[in-house]
């Protein structure tokens, strides 16, 4: 049997949309509603140690996102959550919810998605940062995988090529990469 019932999906924000490490039978524009992206995470692990972290996004509540919806075959479901559960959990920064997200195109409509958002009662819960505050944690920031740098400028270049401006994340890589001056 085929159909929505069927239909197993994962919501990607940042590094998931350009680094899924799962595979997937489709990769479709979204937008989750009630959370944003913010680099509101201090990363202990992948980008960072908890001596020097780095700082990752997260979704964080109000507003809206626009990200990645990944299909994942029905046979692939629990391999996946427990490549997510293995990836994203790692410390428990992120609670693991399933919300209702808007494909984009080409096919339109509304279904439910697993993601990965921020615990604010978490100790690695960086909330809202001034900036000269992220830039000294994405500079400092390296872990298990790879520069703190190196995340939020490939994240960006992947949403600069679905189109999704970030002016939080354009602003700070300018700086990163010497167009802007440090504030």
């Known amino acids: 049997m085929t159909g929505k019932m069927q239909q197993f999906?994962?919501?990607?924000?940042?590094?998931?949309?350009?680094?899924?490490g799962f595979p997937h039978l489709r990769a479709?524009?979204?937008?989750?509603?009630g959370f944003h992206?913010?680099?509101?995470?201090?990363?202990?692990v992948h980008r960072g140690t908890p001596d020097r972290p780095g700082l990752v996004l997260g979704l964080d509540r109000g507003g809206s996102c626009h990200g990645l919806a990944f299909e994942v075959?029905?046979?692939?479901?629990?391999?996946?959550?427990?490549?997510l559960r293995a990836r994203e959990q790692v410390t428990?920064?992120?609670?693991?919810?399933?919300a209702p997200i808007r494909?984009?195109?080409?096919?339109?409509?509304?279904?439910e998605?697993?993601?990965?958002?921020?615990?604010r009662r978490h100790q690695q819960y960086a909330g809202s940062l001034p900036v000269e505050t992220q830039l000294a944690y994405v500079r400092q920031g390296?872990?298990?995988?790879?520069?703190?740098?190196?995340?939020?400028?490939?994240?960006?270049?992947?949403?600069?090529?679905?189109?999704?401006?970030?002016?939080?994340?354009?602003?700070?890589?300018?700086i990163l990469s010497g167009k802007a001056d440090d504030t």
């Not at 919501?11 to 998931?16: A, C, K, T």
């Not at 428990?92 to 399933?98: A, F, L």
């Not at 494909?103 to 279904?111: I, K």
């Open 142 to 174: 390296k872990g298990q995988s790879g520069d703190c740098t190196d995340y939020v400028m490939s994240t960006l270049a992947h949403l600069r090529e679905m189109d999704i401006h970030d002016h939080s994340l354009e602003s700070l890589a300018a």
């Open 103 to 111: 494909l984009l195109g080409p096919e339109t409509g509304t279904v």
């Open 73 to 83: 075959a029905p046979q692939d479901r629990e391999a996946t959550l427990a490549y």
């Open 92 to 98: 428990k920064v992120y609670r693991e919810v399933v």
């Open 28 to 33: 479709v524009p979204a937008r989750l509603y």
């Open 37 to 44: 992206r913010q680099l509101c995470v201090y990363s202990h």
């Open 9 to 20: 999906w994962v919501f990607g924000y940042g590094s998931l949309m350009w680094r899924p």
């Open 113 to 119: 998605a697993v993601t990965y958002v921020v615990d």
